[in-house]
């Protein structure tokens, strides 16, 4: 089973919910989205971190102030014994302050943290919506000497997740890649995430290609199982970054994980657990 990290957004009332749903020995990764700004992804990874979690919050360049707050969130990082984050250009339009991309951040946390903090970026095995795909490649080769692991983009197709992975060996970009899976979640809602965040394409397109495909998204949720199996039977990919919405509720019992594919998000929950 590949290692599994756990994406979770900073509501109100998700550290009580992960303290119910998810085993302490996880390693939770902290969205940062433009509406709640860094402060909140800082708090709730230092408030899980305080409880025993691994924790990996997002540092969205374009949502940072000033070199200051950069500063500041290092130290925070320092005492809580956070040692890895993820950094992203963010959603933005505007920058809030020095930062337009992901590349400043990483130099100026290499910096202030003499290269010890460890730091995840994004690729795309299906584009982006408003940046090129050469524009994407020459950011993450340039980026690549200060980060230590790439994490896809929500995709719901293994062999373009292993394609991408194979063009960032060709390309020379030699980081583990994390293939990004959506949890299973219900499927209206995954479709207005997915158009959200501009892969909503991909998954219409899923939605008309063949038996397997239309599978995946039939019934009321998601399942990633069969993206899940699919990477497992190649090599490749060093882990699964399962993007959970936050729907970490409906644990079955063990008799039901084998064999029902809905039951693979606390399956992968309980896996993540393992990651250490
Ligand atoms: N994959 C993920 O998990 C997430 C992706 N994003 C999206 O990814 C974009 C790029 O972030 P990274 O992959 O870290 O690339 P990056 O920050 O390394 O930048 C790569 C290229 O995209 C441009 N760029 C970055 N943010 C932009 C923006 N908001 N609008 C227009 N151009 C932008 C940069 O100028 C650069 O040319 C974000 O702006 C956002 O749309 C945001 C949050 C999470
Ligand atoms: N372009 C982009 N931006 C992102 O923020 C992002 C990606 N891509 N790809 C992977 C994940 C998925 N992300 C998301 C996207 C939307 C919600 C979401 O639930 N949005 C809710 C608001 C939640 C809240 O405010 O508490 C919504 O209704 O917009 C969460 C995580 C974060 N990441």
């Known amino acids: 089973m ?4 756990i994406e979770i957004i900073p ?3 998700i550290v009580d919910q992960v303290r119910a749903l998810v085993p302490l020995t996880t390693t939770l990764t902290m969205t940062c989205l433009p509406h709640h700004g860094i402060e909140r992804t800082m708090r709730t990874s230092v408030e899980l971190s305080a409880l025993g979690y691994t924790v990996i919050p997002h540092l969205a360049a374009r949502s940072i102030h000033d070199r200051a707050e950069l500063t500041r969130i290092m130290r925070e990082c320092d005492a809580a014994g956070i040692g890895e984050v993820f950094v992203i250009g963010g959603d933005r339009k505007q920058p809030a302050g020095p930062y337009g991309s992901a590349l400043p951040v990483l130099e100026d ?3 202030y943290t003499g290269g010890r903090m460890r730091a995840g970026v994004a690729g795309y095995p299906e584009g982006h919506p408003t940046v090129a795909a050469l524009d994407l490649l020459d950011a993450l080769q340039d980026k690549q000497h200060l980060a230590t692991h790439v994490v896809t983009q929500m995709c719901f197709d293994a ?3 292993l394609d991408f992975a194979a063009l960032l060996r060709r390309e020379g970009v030699d980081l583990p890649v994390w293939a990004g899976v959506a949890g299973s979640v ?3 809602k995954l479709v207005a995430l ?7 394409s991909s998954l219409k397109f899923l939605s008309r290609k063949g038996p397997l495909a239309r599978k995946l998204l039939s019934g009321d949720r998601y399942s990633p199982h069969p993206l899940v199996a699919g990477l497992e039977s190649q090599p490749g990919i060093a882990g699964i ?3 959970s919405f936050n729907n970490l509720d409906a644990v079955p019992n063990e008799a039901g994980l084998a064999s029902s594919p809905t039951a693979l998000q ?3 929950i309980r896996g993540a657990a393992r990651e250490q």
């Open 194 to 200: 997915a158009t959200q965040i501009g892969v909503g």
């Open 241 to 243: 970054h399962l993007y």
């Open 186 to 188: 219900p499927r209206t």
């Open 2 to 5: 590949f290692p599994t990290r």
């Open 266 to 268: 606390p399956a992968l």
């Open 109 to 111: 946390i290499a910096q």
């Open 159 to 161: 062999p373009k997740i």
């Open 11 to 13: 509501s109100t009332g």
